[in-house]
């Protein structure tokens, strides 16, 4: 599915703004078609951001069920005659869609976008009415899962699995767009390198008849220069002395696809950025264009005060400033697929991203994704992670891959965090998962994040993976204020990892620092204490060959469910919420930015 974009062929309008909004507590709408005419009782509604800090009501915040959207849109008269396409980039966490009278799509899944072909239900030049109904409910049917309690006095409250607030609506942009009637459906590029020859290949499918249609593509550099030309619908672009793709060096190709009728008409262009790079797992190395490349970063969230997690290109550009500013080159996109504004971003600043499904929470070991439950119970049965569950899952990994494969920025794909890799079923629930995304991309090597209670000796899926990505706590929730005994057992487990012959990622290891906290003697909670656990965990790291990557958790402070365990959200970030650094944000600064490191 190829994002709006506007073009000689194709125009786009962004439907952002204010909305009407409802909340249906009593779960009414659908019965009562709440479509067919204006919400009653509405509110203004921002979009994109997620509905539930916007108003000071804990109804809304904590609402479980469906809320409506809705808009007005005056569509242009010149729109006849071409294809229109109503797209929204995200619903958290599932929606359907009306114009006019007359539903257009459903989709299920709250981080990837899906659209449908309007044009026979829209009326240019004239007012329409676009409604969507999202659903926030978690099951376990749905990826990340969950449980809706009923309780007995009518309430039903949303339980997760995972540590970060249940945030729903409309995150990110919605767009009425054209195509052409025969049009341009997708883009493929992967891309090598020859020496210093860039190898780009490139597939463009479209719904063109072949015998009536011809498929050209030029490929430009940076600064507008054609540096290749070729017809055909699938074919290899050979780019002498290449500028290629690398961390730090976002530099970015232009591929422009076009379609031309037998008459010599232009149908339908497109164009899509390249970035040639190659991205290798070798023995215990990391390789990106052949060199081992160490990640330095962050598992972030989108999250932020108010919107939620909306997107927002304010914040997007300052968290990759402060990014720049400590020194990172890369990022998690922990736990969902994250905006596509944010991967093209990254794109464009050389930063590495690991990019991962909505699959988190598939534990019951470790209670509301915070620390070991005590309790061994079974995940896979089929009451809680079962084959639907799958069914849901592989849909995501699909999605996710389809989605993002053209973006050089994109090295490795994470399947889940921190899902149960212990019980035998795990292999059997997740075996499909990682055929399915090599299948989908036999270019990037594929990955789950492991948490503690999966060790090398207890895991059945370690030999599925290509790269260990492991989340580990000690010192804070195994051993707190023991940071001697964090050291010894981090070293021991890693050694024990280093054994399997595969590269490893520390995706997550941090402490909880109340910002403001301080003490000469660092204790759980102070800025002190979190910047001493990292040192700690910066000096195993440095021992072991096979650790070829560190990623703290968390870039940010960010909500979540309230809890014991939370003093307003997770205060794990070594900025705030509202990105002021901590202590720990200068040390890791004086290390990221080292030469050599
Ligand atoms: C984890 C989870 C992450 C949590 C973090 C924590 O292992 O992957 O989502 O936020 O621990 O702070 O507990």
């Not at 007359?102 to 072909?117: I, K, L, N, Q, S």
């Not at 929470?361 to 049965?381: E, P």
């Not at 205060?571 to 040390?587: D, H, I, M, N, Q």
Request: proline share 5%; net charge negative.
């Amino acid at each position: 599915m190829l994002r709006p974009q506007d073009g000689p062929t194709r125009e786009r309008r962004s439907l952002c703004g204010l909305w009407s909004f409802r909340l249906d507590a009593e779960g009414l709408g659908r019965a009562e078609g709440w479509w067919r005419s204006q919400l009653a009782g509405a509110v203004d509604i921002p979009v994109p951001a997620s509905y539930n800090d916007i108003f000071p009501d804990a109804t809304v915040r904590d609402h479980v069920g469906d809320v409506w959207y809705q808009t007005h849109v005056w569509v242009p008269a010149r729109w006849a005659g071409e294809r229109t396409v109503l797209r929204f980039d995200a619903a958290t966490h599932r929606a359907i869609a009306w114009v006019n009278d007359v539903e257009v799509v459903r989709h299920e899944g709250g981080y990837t976008p899906f659209e449908a072909d309007v044009t026979a239900h829209l009326r240019p030049g004239a007012e329409n009415c676009v409604t969507v109904v999202v659903n926030n409910e978690l099951t376990w049917e749905s990826i990340p899962p969950g449980r809706v309690e009923e309780r007995t006095d009518g309430r039903r409250v949303q339980h997760y699995f995972h540590d970060f607030f249940n945030y729903a609506g409309l995150h990110r942009p919605v767009w009425l767009y054209t195509t052409p009637p025969v049009h341009i459906t997708d883009i493929t590029v992967t891309t090598s390198l020859e020496d210093t020859t860039g190898l780009v290949a490139y597939r463009v499918d479209s719904t063109a008849q072949a015998e009536e249609h011809e498929v050209r593509v030029s490929l430009r550099d940076a600064s507008g220069v054609e540096v290749h030309v070729a017809t055909g619908a699938a074919g290899t672009l050979r780019v002498a002395d290449v500028h290629p793709w690398a961390p730090g060096d976002g530099y970015l190709y232009e591929l422009e696809a076009t379609l031309w009728s037998s008459s010599g008409g232009l149908v339908d262009s497109y164009r899509q950025s390249v970035g040639v790079r190659t991205v290798e797992v070798r023995g215990k190395e990391f390789l990106i264009n052949g060199t081992p490349f160490y990640f330095k970063g962050f598992g972030k969230h989108e999250d932020a005060a108010v919107r939620g997690r909306g997107h927002d290109d304010i914040l997007m550009v300052h968290d990759f400033a402060l990014l720049e500013w400590t020194g990172a080159n890369s990022f998690r996109t922990s736990h969902y697929p994250y905006a596509e504004e944010v991967l093209d971003y990254a794109d464009r600043q050389g930063v590495v991203v690991i990019d991962e499904t909505a699959a988190a929470g598939l534990n019951l070991n470790i209670a509301g994704g915070v620390f070991g439950s005590g309790r061994k119970v079974s995940t896979f049965s089929p009451d809680t992670v079962s084959e639907s569950t799958l069914r849901t899952h592989l849909q995501a990994v699909k999605e996710l891959v389809t989605r993002d494969k053209n973006h050089p920025s994109v090295v490795l794909w994470s399947i889940a965090n921190e899902p149960d890799n212990v019980q035998p079923e795990a292999r059997d629930y997740f075996a499909p998962l990682a055929a399915e995304a090599r299948r989908l991309d036999p270019s990037r090597p594929v990955a789950y994040v492991n948490a503690l209670m999966g060790k090398p000796d207890q895991c059945v899926v370690t030999d599925l993976f290509d790269v260990v990505l492991l989340n580990r706590y000690y010192g804070w929730y195994f051993g707190p204020n023991d940071l001697a005994a964090a050291e010894t057992e981090l070293a021991a487990e890693l050694r024990q990892w280093a054994a399997h012959d595969k590269p490893i990622v520390i995706t997550e290891y941090g402490a909880d620092a109340y910002p403001g906290l301080r003490n000469v003697v660092p204790s759980p909670w102070t800025e002190e204490y979190q910047a001493e656990l990292l040192d700690v965990y910066h000096r195993v790291f440095d021992r072991v060959d096979a650790v070829v990557g560190e990623q703290v958790w968390n870039f940010a402070d960010f909500a979540t469910a309230p809890g014991v365990f939370r003093v307003d959200g997770n205060k794990k970030g070594v900025f705030t919420r509202e990105r002021r650094p901590k202590s720990a944000a200068f040390s890791l600064r004086a290390r990221w930015r080292k030469t050599g490191q």
